[in-house]
């Protein structure tokens, strides 16, 4: 499976993006997908997931009332609506999928990454 995130670019405080993350099989479909970020000079981080179904969704406390995951089953696409954005929202994105149909927040539940978006927020 490839996946191929789309949608960073350079925002200032309080814009909206969103992030588009398509997978090459449609097997992807019957699993959960999940987004990560990784700042510069930090550990990568889980930011939101959602289950195969997309009924349901997790995100990392700093993003939650801000960032709406989603997905569209039969196009294995998943999504990731990110308002209100902040200058530490600054990273590359990454979009996975995980090795099970629910969703996770560990990274090593994942086995299969993209290549990453990056995401710049200025003060």
């Known amino acids: 499976v490839q996946l191929q995130a789309s949608g960073g670019g350079l925002v200032q405080a309080g814009d909206s993006l969103r992030l588009s993350c398509t997978s090459s099989k449609r097997t992807s479909s019957n699993n959960g997908m999940g987004w990560f970020r990784q700042a510069p000079g930090k550990e990568r981080e889980f930011v939101a997931s959602i289950n195969w179904s997309g009924s349901r969704p997790f995100y990392a406390d700093s993003v939650k009332g801000r960032f709406t995951i989603s997905r569209d089953y039969g196009q294995s696409m998943v999504y990731l609506q990110m308002n209100s954005l902040k200058p530490e929202d600054t990273a590359v994105y990454y979009c996975?999928?995980?090795?099970?149909?629910?969703?996770?927040?560990?990274?090593?539940?994942?086995?299969?990454w993209g290549q990453g978006t990056l995401v710049t927020v200025s003060s």
């Open positions: 996975a999928v995980a090795r099970s149909a629910g969703a996770s927040t560990s990274g090593g539940d994942y086995n299969c």
